[in-house]
């Protein structure tokens, strides 16, 4: 039999003997009939033994795995499975880049706050500065750390952001 004296998972839940070459029973243990059934119920017992016999052996495990978060996902999730995980997780990660830009922003004009009165140069006399998030982000090259544009949908402030509004809408005085 493929691994021991007990049939695989596989053969187990297809009724079928396992045969010493199983292409199944080193990835699916006969005391994990669920890693099994759920990657059987989603790919099909044939197109499972297909991807894997075409695979190099060292590779297997790997694809095994891959197969079983996909099937868990696609489990979970019918219409999107792990790519919705994937697009839930981006999003998250546009949603903290923006806090990271507000908070550096905010560190920006409380930073202008503290400097001290520089010289007029010309007869523009700089004794107010907006400081507002938005100015800011929008004059700077508009990139984020990752040298990656940043959207411009991300720029503006709407009231279903889990952002504060427009936390930094005051005028910075140059003191």
């Known amino acids: 039999m493929g691994s ?3 049939p695989c998972a596989s053969c187990k839940l297809l009724r079928r003997r ?3 070459d199983c292409v199944f029973a080193p990835y699916f243990p006969p005391d994990d009939p669920h890693k099994f059934a759920i990657v059987h ?5 044939s ?5 894997l016999q075409e ?16 099937a868990n996902a696609r489990m979970r999730d019918p219409v999107y ?3 919705g995980a994937i697009s839930y997780l981006q999003n998250q990660v546009s949603q903290l880049q923006m806090q990271l830009a507000v908070a550096q922003a905010e560190i920006l004009c409380i930073q202008m706050q503290h400097e001290p009165e520089l010289p007029a140069i010309t007869n523009h006399h700089p004794s107010m500065i907006d400081c507002d998030a938005k100015s800011l982000l929008l004059s700077g090259s508009n990139t984020n750390d990752f040298g990656e544009q940043i959207m411009p949908q991300f720029l503006s402030y709407t009231s279903n ?3 504060m509004q427009d936390p930094l809408k005051r005028e910075c005085h140059w003191t």
């Open 161 to 163: 952001n889990n952002i």
């Open 47 to 51: 197109n499972v033994s297909k991807m």
């Open 4 to 6: 021991g004296s007990s």
């Open 18 to 20: 396992c045969a010493k």
């Open 55 to 70: 695979l190099p052996v060292h590779q297997r495990g790997d694809a095994v795995s891959s197969l079983v978060y996909e």
């Open 41 to 45: 119920k989603v790919f099909g017992a």
């Open 81 to 83: 499975g792990c790519v």
